[in-house]
């Protein structure tokens, strides 16, 4: 079993609600920071994917995501993140994100990523030489 990949955020004023509360759909901002963080660590821009447009990116398909708790205003975040499966034209991670001070588990995030074709917007298979890399980081844990 691989390691989990590991990304910290601050929480600012922006990513907050009158009362100082993460809003909610930050937690998907915070995990998408940190798949493309992955993603940059295994040597892949996302920009040279994109290729100008003609090229494949990463989007998700599928978000399913359970709160625990709230971060507040200033608290360290760790979002980690497992590759659970990587098929023909997908992947699949459990993304994490705690708070750091005292390893509250925040929210749980289950995410089904497709590989698509900017030009058509299809399905395209991930490339094998691509493949090795994100299975290199897949894990047991589903």
Known sequence: MSLPHVH?????????????IVYHSNYL????????????QLGL????????????????????IDFLKSAKLDDLLQVETN?????????ELAQTIRR???????????????FIGLADGRPARIPAWMKDKLRDLESERR
């Open 8 to 20: 910290q955020i601050r929480v600012y004023w922006e990513d907050t609600d009158a009362g100082g």
């Open 29 to 40: 901002n915070f995990a998408e920071r940190a798949r493309t963080e992955m993603v940059r």
């Open 83 to 91: 590759v659970t499966q990587v098929a023909g034209a997908s992947m």
């Open 100 to 114: 750091l001070d005292d390893g509250a588990v925040l929210a749980c995030l289950h995410i089904k990523l497709a």
């Open 45 to 64: 821009k996302q920009s040279d994917l994109a290729a100008d447009g003609q090229g494949h990116v990463f989007a998700v398909r599928r978000a399913e």
